[in-house]
C-alpha cells in the first residue's frame, strides 16, 4: 500500500458522507435548530484551516481559508445564528485536535488532508441537501458553493506529501487517522445534542 493509499484508507473508515448527520441532512431530515447548532459550533473548527495552511508555509492558501471563514459566517446568519466558541464535547477535542495537528507541518499535512479530501464531496451534498429541502436565505449557500470543487488544495497536499522523508510518512497517516476521528465525533456530538 502506499503513502497516499494509507492516507485514503484512514479516512474511508470515518467517510463523513456516511454520517447519520450529513444523511440526514442530504435527506432534508435535519431540523433548522441542528443546522444552527452546526453553523455555531462546527464554525469554530473551520476558523482554524489558516493555521493548518500557515504550518505547510502556504500564505496564498491560508489567506484564501481566512477568507472563506466569512463565507461561513454568512452561512451562519442565514440561519440566524452566529459563529461562537464550542460547547459540545466532541467539538471542543475537535478544537484541541486541531491546534495541536496544526502546530507543526507534518501533522498539519495529514490533519488537511483527512478535512480537504473529504470537503468537496461533502460540500457538494450540503449544498444540494440546503437547495431542495430548505427554504433559507442564498446567503446560506456560497461556503459550500465555493467547496464543492477542488479548487487546488489537494494538488497542493499531494505536492507537499512528495517532498516528506519516507520517515515522517507514519507520523502523517496518524495525523490524518486522529483528525478524521476528531471530525467524526464532532458531528456525533452535534446529532446527539439536537437530533436525538
Not at 495537528?101 to 479530501?117: I, N, Q
Amino acid at each position: 500500500m502506499d503513502f497516499k493509499q494509507a492516507l485514503d484508507s484512514k479516512i474511508a473508515d470515518y467517510n463523513l458522507l456516511n454520517h447519520p448527520f450529513y444523511e440526514a441532512w442530504s435527506a432534508g431530515e435535519l431540523p433548522l435548530e441542528a443546522l444552527r447548532s452546526y453553523a455555531r459550533e462546527y464554525g469554530a473548527f473551520i476558523s482554524t484551516i489558516p493555521k493548518g495552511w500557515e504550518a505547510l508555509e502556504e500564505t496564498e492558501t491560508a489567506q484564501e481559508e481566512t477568507e472563506h471563514i466569512d463565507l461561513w459566517a454568512d452561512f451562519a446568519a442565514g440561519l440566524d445564528t452566529t459563529v461562537a466558541e464550542a460547547q459540545i464535547p466532541q467539538v471542543k477535542t475537535l478544537m484541541r485536535t486541531a491546534h495541536a495537528l496544526f502546530s507543526e507541518r507534518t501533522t498539519a499535512l495529514g490533519a488537511l488532508y483527512a478535512f480537504e479530501a473529504q470537503q468537496s464531496e461533502t460540500s457538494q451534498s450540503k449544498l444540494t441537501g440546503l437547495q431542495a429541502f430548505y427554504q433559507l436565505p442564498k446567503s446560506v449557500e456560497p461556503y459550500f458553493e465555493t467547496h464543492s470543487h477542488n479548487e487546488h488544495e489537494m494538488e497542493k497536499l499531494i505536492e507537499h506529501i512528495g517532498t516528506l522523508p519516507s520517515d515522517s510518512h507514519a507520523t502523517v497517516v496518524q495525523a490524518c487517522e486522529k483528525m478524521s476521528v476528531a471530525l467524526w465525533d464532532a458531528l456525533t456530538g452535534i446529532h446527539d445534542a439536537e437530533c436525538a
